[in-house]
């Protein structure tokens, strides 16, 4: 009776820095403008005292959502530039 053999953990991976900058640049390219376009249209709606549909709103929020993932995949990429400090995990 033999134990089966179990994939061992590697020792610390280098991070994908391609795929997180690919992530990052398509995150901000899709959600600024979408965030940009979103908010003129939600702005020209309360400036004419009416209330926003709701694709507009929902619009907004997916730019909202998109740039936030690319600020995020962004600074990802750039702690994996920065490197580990003395008392980082």
Known sequence: MGTPDTPQPEGS??????FMIMMAVLG??????TVY???VMVGQ????GEFP???YIVQ???GLMLAGFG???AWAVAKTFMGSRDGDA
């Open 13 to 18: 991976q280098k991070p994908q820095r391609g």
């Open 71 to 73: 600020l995020s995949a």
């Open 60 to 62: 907004l929020g997916l």
């Open 37 to 39: 376009s979103g908010g």
């Open 53 to 55: 549909s709701v694709g």
């Open 28 to 33: 901000l390219a899709f959600g600024l403008p």
């Open 45 to 48: 709606a309360f400036g004419s």
